[in-house]
């Protein structure tokens, strides 16, 4: 009896301490929330290019910086149709936004999500509403001189791992993906690769069916990786949402001896249902949800129990604010987020921030070219991957450091609306 009560004093005390230091952690980031000077929303600036091809540096992505009356600056991104998000930024969110305090970012963020999904959901104008909020926590950190990890969370992964996403810079990984495996290895200890040999077939037969022919001709690198390196690396396989459900099970059961990290957007992402009977259909786990906009989309694929992976982009699902609802949700179901990253620059280093701090990350998406070839001529300070790791900037806000002169590049568009 005695120990009995021993005991259920002892867990009375170990909840007590967890929930002091909760209470402790709430109170302390409150007090440093308060240190934030007081300001508001002065000045709202973008800028973008016209086309990948207008800058050496392959530009697709929007920026978003916005000013205050004390001095500080936050920026944010979205993309790829910056001409629309850049207008949903002057002509319908700064009005709402000049004058504001910024660091009111949930209040902000519930009042303006609830204006533009009562018109229609997801959009340009939530993809605007992405940049703004990341623009925001940008602010805030800056503002409170910390990296935005430590608001959100803390440093619960110091380093986290990433796989590559062959984007265009060498080698064709149709041809020789062991050669763009071989250098990520050598170079940065990289052994996890993204591929998309099916989409060509998708392409031709306009998403309707695949031969069996087709189906051997996407193997081969698939095949070829497996073969060469085993089990040492990880293969994860893109789909672009280029099939109907009867080809991607036909497709899926194929890769099953190859047993690739995961199946990724094999269908549209609207379809819950079909999700769910192509997960039933294969072994192999399926990821989706980088395109997919606000939490109650995530709810709908999550209620199918489809996913083994839970993927977004911070610069189309609703911004950071939203980021760490859903990652919240898949945590409910014990499932691990990947987040996409092959946008703009400020996408993979806030989504390098949510990685820090939650604690149900898989894996985080790189591009060699990125990293190697276009971000040095942006950045000061580009992120590259070591022993096949990142790690967030320990810098104040996002950490990302735009070389002077960037904005003012000839071909850029830049636009300003002030109070």
Not at 136 to 158: C, E, F, H, R, T
């Amino acid at each position: 009896m005695e120990l009995a009560e021993s005991a259920s004093r002892q867990r009375l005390s170990r909840r007590e301490w967890l929930l002091h230091g909760l209470l402790a952690g709430v109170a302390s980031l409150g007090r440093a929330f308060a240190a934030a000077p007081a300001t508001k929303i002065t000045r709202i600036e973008t800028c973008y290019w016209p086309s990948r091809e207008a800058a050496p540096f392959w530009p697709h992505w929007v920026w978003v910086r916005i000013g205050t009356d004390s001095g500080h600056e936050g920026i944010g991104e979205t993309y790829p149709k910056n001409a629309l998000e850049a207008s949903a930024v002057h002509d319908d969110l700064a009005r709402w936004l000049l004058g504001q305090d910024p660091r009111n970012i949930e209040r902000l963020w519930a009042d303006w999500y609830h204006r533009l999904d009562y018109y229609i959901a997801g959009g340009a104008e939530l993809r605007a509403l992405s940049a703004v909020n990341l623009a925001l926590w940008d602010l805030l950190g800056k503002m409170l001189d910390a990296p935005v990890y430590q608001l959100i969370g803390g440093q619960s992964n110091p380093q986290i791992r990433v796989y590559n996403t062959c984007f265009p810079l060498r080698w064709d990984f149709r041809r020789e993906p062991e050669r763009i495996m071989q250098e990520l290895i050598d170079r940065y200890g990289v052994r996890a690769i993204k591929i998309w040999p099916f989409d060509e077939a998708g392409q031709r037969h306009k998403r309707q069916y695949i031969t069996r022919q087709e189906i051997e001709e996407a193997l081969r690198p698939v095949r070829k990786l497996r073969e060469l390196y085993g089990e040492t690396i990880d293969i994860l396989i893109e789909f672009h949402s280029f099939w109907e459900l009867a080809a991607a099970v036909e497709i899926a059961r194929a890769l099953e001896p190859y047993r690739p990290m995961w199946l990724e957007d094999m269908l549209l992402p609207g379809n819950f249902e079909a999700y769910r009977r192509l997960a039933q259909s294969t072994s192999l786990a399926l990821a989706a949800g980088e395109r997919m906009a606000g939490r109650y989309q995530f709810e709908q694929l999550l209620n199918a129990n489809a996913v083994r992976y839970v993927m977004f982009d911070v610069c189309w699902c609703g911004g950071l604010s939203e980021a760490l609802r859903i990652t919240a949700m898949a945590a409910a179901r014990q499932l691990p987020i990947a987040p996409h990253t092959a946008g703009g620059p400020l996408l993979f280093y806030a989504s390098a921030h949510l990685a820090t701090a939650a604690t149900n990350v898989a894996i985080l998406e790189s591009v060699q070219r990125f990293y190697e070839s276009d971000w040095p001529q942006i950045l000061d300070n580009p992120v590259v991957p070591r022993d096949g790791q990142i790690s967030a900037p320990d810098l104040p806000g996002f950490g990302m450091l735009i070389k002077p002169g960037v904005w003012e590049h000839p071909t850029a568009i830049r636009r300003v609306s002030t109070l």
